[in-house]
T-cell receptor, first 115, second 111 residues
Framework: DTAVSQTPKYLVTQMGNDKSIKCEQNLGHDTMYWYKQDSKKFLKIMFSYNNKELIINETVPNRFSPKSPDKAHLNLHINSLELGDSAVYFC??????????????FGPGTRLTVL | QKEVEQDPGPLSVPEGAIVSLNCTYSNSAFQYFMWYRQYSRKGPELLMYTYSSGNKEDGRFTAQVDKSSKYISLFIRDSQPSDSATYLCAMFKAAGNKLTFGGGTRVLVKP
């Protein structure tokens, strides 16, 4: 049973397009995250939601907009895609927003390529 | 300068050797430390979680924290080809709600 799932796994698109990535967790966790991992494997947090409320919003272009319809889902919409957006995007979830109280479980990643 | 520094490797070792990985950090507010393993085209998975300075052992893995030097290490004994992966250190501040990751070290264990 998949704990944290993401769709699509691969996404190839043209510059200027708008795209969405979906994430779902079936662990009953309260907190979900979006991370970006660049070509050098550097993993950086973008957003975090706790019970549908935004709690972390790092310095990310406002072309990126997360949406959490319920605590099991966290989607990422990206407008006007740019070449520099090419990366692997990971969704993660954890039991609480306090990192010390629980492990973060990561999804398999969505590899986004912008041409 | 990044808050957490990690040599990207690759680190290539023969099967059975000890793998030694480390991270340095600049912010003394980091109190909790983790090591994640990431296989190619997969998400990271937690290996070890430590708080205090000193050693923590779990099977073939030993995590070491030296807060005075702002330096953490992960050792893998009797390395296997299945240990070939990227190893990411991560850390966070007390009562914090986000992880700060190192850039990862790619490890290749050759049979």
């Amino acid at each position: 049973d998949t704990a944290v799932s993401q769709t699509p796994k691969y996404l190839v698109t043209q510059m200027g397009n708008d795209k969405s990535i979906k994430c779902e967790q079936n662990l009953g966790h309260d907190t979900m995250y979006w991370y970006k991992q660049d070509s050098k494997k550097f993993l950086k947090i973008m957003f975090s939601y706790n019970n549908k409320e935004l709690i972390i919003n790092e310095t990310v272009p406002n072309r990126f907009s997360p949406k959490s319809p319920d605590k099991a889902h966290l989607n990422l919409h990206i407008n006007s895609l740019e070449l520099g957006d090419s990366a692997v995007y990971f969704c993660a979830s954890s039991p609480t927003k306090r990192v010390s109280l629980g492990e973060q479980f990561f999804g398999p990643g969505t590899r986004l390529t912008v041409l | 300068q990044k808050e957490v520094e990690q040599d990207p490797g690759p680190l290539s070792v023969p099967e059975g050797a000890i793998v030694s990985l480390n991270c340095t950090y600049s912010n003394s507010a980091f109190q909790y430390f983790m090591w994640y393993r990431q296989y190619s085209r997969k998400g990271p998975e937690l290996l070890m979680y430590t708080y205090s300075s000193g050693n923590k052992e779990d099977g073939r893995f030993t995590a070491q924290v030296d807060k005075s030097s702002k330096y953490i290490s992960l050792f893998i004994r009797d390395s296997q080809p299945s240990d070939s992966a990227t190893y990411l250190c991560a850390m966070f501040k007390a009562a914090g709600n986000k992880l700060t990751f190192g850039g990862g070290t790619r490890v290749l264990v050759k049979p």
